[in-house]
């Protein structure tokens, strides 16, 4: 079974500069994707940004990036410019191949500081 | 285009009643899954519907059930609620099946679920 760790509940950031939240996996399975949402306290989880198992580059979107580590199992999440209205829950999520359910880690919350 | 839309957006029971959450999927989309939240952790799998049946199940017991309907909207239903099935309850939906890896599922804004 798979699993999501996500070690860091809290996390603080001044305006402007970048942070890393921290995601690791654990799966056997060698075909996986990974995903990282975000949810304001509105409640909606908004997609930032995929990474695929097998993609040799690390995924980029706007001011996300994941950085990552296949070998260490990990898929940290980078965003860059911080802004005020980036403050809210972050989930790293994975799903396998062969339409799996999503499994999701606790979540980190950002935030972002003036 | 249509995201993901959920209703109602807040909802208080009492424990031993019933209750009925409504998803409608975003423009193009055919399946719809249902994830339970609750306070401080993250989203757990509960169902998944495609073509009007229920294609995967998560750890949850048969009180949670639901259904789809020909407009690929969907139902979930919660029978004899107890004090722990307070919770943000979330529909995503995603196009056939998620059976690409890269298949993204969209959220909508979610239920909350008070049982008193």
């Known amino acids: 079974a798979q699993k999501i760790t996500q070690t860091q509940p809290g996390m603080f950031v001044q305006e402007k500069e970048a942070v890393t939240l921290d995601c690791t996996y654990d799966?056997?399975?060698?075909?996986?994707?990974l995903f990282w949402y975000k949810q304001p306290s509105s409640g909606e989880m908004i997609f930032l940004i995929y990474?695929?198992?097998?993609?040799?580059q690390n995924a980029t979107e706007g001011r996300y990036s994941l950085n990552f580590q296949k070998a260490r199992k990990s898929a940290n999440l980078v965003i860059s410019a911080s802004q005020l209205g980036d403050s809210a829950m972050y989930f790293c999520?994975?799903?396998?191949?062969?339409?799996?359910?999503?499994?999701f880690g606790k979540g980190t919350r950002l935030s972002v500081i003036a | 285009d249509a995201g993901v839309t959920q209703s109602p957006t807040h909802l208080i029971k009492t424990r031993g009643q019933q209750v009925t959450l409504r998803c409608s999927p975003k423009?193009?989309?055919?399946?719809v899954s249902w994830y339970q939240q609750a306070l401080g952790q993250g989203p757990q799998f509960i169902f998944q519907?495609?073509?009007?049946?229920?294609?995967q199940r998560g750890n949850f017991p048969d009180r949670f059930s639901g259904h789809q309907f020909p407009n690929y909207s969907s139902e979930l239903n919660v029978n004899a609620l107890l004090l722990g099935d307070s919770a943000l309850y979330l529909c995503?939906?995603?196009?056939?099946?998620?059976?690409?890896?890269?298949?993204?599922?969209?959220f909508g804004p979610g239920t909350r679920l008070t049982v008193l």
């Open positions: 990474q695929g198992s097998y993609d040799e």
């Open positions: 799966t056997s399975d060698q075909s996986y994707g």
């Open positions: 519907y495609y073509e009007e049946e229920e294609r």
């Open positions: 999520a994975m799903r396998l191949s062969g339409n799996t359910p999503l499994v």
């Open positions: 423009s193009g989309h055919d399946t």
């Open positions: 995503a939906s995603s196009l056939v099946a998620g059976y690409s890896l890269t298949d993204t599922q969209y």
